[in-house]
C-alpha cells in the first residue's frame, strides 16, 4: 500500500473514530479493538459486566458506516430459526415466502451467547464463518461487510451454556472490558443526562469494504509471521521451545486461525495507526486479545491457580521479539 494511500485512510479512521467518541467515553482499547476486528474482517466476543457501553459502541459505529446494525438477546428458549429466518407459509396465495433473521445485517450484536443452548450458538458461528445461511435448501449470503461481535457475562453463570473450545475460536479476539476511571464516569454522567448527540455519518459500508481490501495490502515482514507461528505453536508444544514446564498446564493450544488472527490483526491496528507496514509492538499488543480464549489450561494449569493470560505472558517473554524491518526493506517490499 502507498504511504499516501496509508495518510487518507489513517485520516477516514480518525473521523469514525471521533464521531464514535463523541457518544461513548472512554474504552479507546475497546473501540481500537473494534475497528481492528472490522478491518481484518474477524469477529469479536467481548467480556464484561453489564453498562460498559459494549451495545451503544456497535450502534453508534453503525450509524456512523451507515450499516445496518441488529442485535439479539441470547436466552434458553432461542431456536436457530429466529437467529437466520425461515420459511413462511402464505395461506392466501398458498406460497412460501423466506422471511430472513436478524443475521442480515453489518454489524451484529449478539447478547449474552451464553445464555442460549448449544444449537443456536452452532447456527451463529456457521454464519461467522460461512458468512451465508441455508433456508429450506436456498443459500442467503449476509451484507458485506460483516461483524458479530457476541458478548459474555462474567457474573451470574447459573442458567448458561458455556461456549465450547472448538466454537470459540472462530472469533479473531476475546477482548475484557473493564469499569470506567473516576473522571471517565463523571463525563459518562453529563452526557447520559444531557442533550443527545446526534452523530454524524462519515463513510459508507461501501468505503469501508474498501479498507478492508486495503488492509490486505499492508506489508508484514517473514520474520513478524514467523514470530506469530513460534507464538502459536509455542502454546502446542512448548517443550519445542524450550518451555518443558509449561507442558503439564496446557491441554490445548491454540490453532492456526490464530497465527491467521495475529498476521491480519497486526495489519489492521499499522493501518488504523496511519502505516502501510506492520511493526513488531502492532502484534505484540494483539497476542493476548488473539490467543486467551484460544489455549485451554490442564486441571493441574487451573488448580495452581493459573490463567490463559499467565501462560502467554510466560511464552512472550520467552521468545525475542524480531527487530524491525529496516527502511530499505520495506520500500523494497
Known amino acids: 500500500m502507498e504511504p499516501n494511500k496509508a495518510a487518507d485512510t489513517a485520516q477516514l479512521m480518525e473521523q469514525i473514530l471521533y464521531e464514535v467518541k463523541r457518544v461513548v467515553v472512554g474504552q479507546d482499547r ?45 436466552t434458553p428458549d432461542l431456536v436457530p430459526a429466529d437467529l437466520i429466518g425461515t420459511r413462511i407459509y402464505n395461506q392466501k396465495t398458498g406460497d412460501f415466502s423466506t422471511s430472513l433473521g436478524p443475521v442480515f445485517a453489518n454489524l451484529l450484536l449478539a447478547d449474552e451467547i451464553n445464555r442460549a443452548p448449544a444449537k443456536v450458538q ?55 472490558v473493564d469499569y470506567p476511571s473516576d473522571e ?62 509449561m507442558n503439564r498446564l496446557i491441554t490445548y493450544g491454540a490453532s492456526p486461525r490464530a497465527t491467521i488472527g495475529l498476521v491480519e490483526g497486526a495489519r489492521a491496528l499499522a493501518m488504523l495507526r496511519g502505516r502501510s507496514y506492520a511493526l513488531p509492538e502492532d502484534m505484540v499488543d494483539l497476542v493476548p486479545d488473539v490467543l486467551r480464549h484460544r489455549v485451554v489450561l490442564s486441571y493441574e494449569g487451573l488448580s495452581e491457580g493459573l490463567s490463559s493470560e499467565a501462560l502467554i505472558e510466560r511464552i512472550m517473554k520467552h521468545l525475542p521479539v524480531p527487530a524491525k524491518p529496516l527502511e530499505p526493506e520495506r520500500r523494497a517490499a
Open 184 to 245: 471517565e464516569e463523571y463525563v459518562i454522567v453529563e452526557r447520559v443526562t444531557g442533550p443527545a448527540v446526534q452523530v454524524n455519518a462519515v463513510a459508507t459500508t461501501e468505503q469501508l469494504s474498501q479498507l478492508q481490501a486495503l488492509c490486505r495490502q499492508v506489508y508484514v515482514d517473514p520474520s513478524l509471521v514467523q514470530y506469530a507461528v513460534k507464538l502459536v505453536s509455542a502454546t502446542r508444544q512448548p517443550e519445542q521451545h524450550g518451555l518443558k514446564d
Open 122 to 176: 452452532s447456527a451463529l458461528l456457521e454464519v461467522m464463518q460461512e458468512r451465508q445461511v441455508t433456508i429450506a435448501g436456498e443459500t442467503h449470503k449476509v451484507p458485506d461487510p460483516f461483524l458479530v461481535m457476541a458478548t459474555q457475562n462474567p457474573i451470574e453463570t447459573e442458567g448458561t451454556y458455556p461456549l465450547p473450545e472448538a466454537q470459540v475460536d472462530r472469533f479473531m479476539m476475546k477482548v475484557m
Open 30 to 74: 475497546f473501540l481500537e479493538r473494534v475497528m481492528v476486528a472490522l478491518l481484518a474482517q474477524g469477529h469479536l466476543l467481548v467480556e464484561g459486566v453489564p453498562g460498559l457501553a459494549k451495545t451503544l459502541t456497535v450502534k453508534t459505529l453503525s450509524n456512523v458506516v451507515q450499516g445496518r446494525f441488529k442485535r439479539i438477546q441470547f
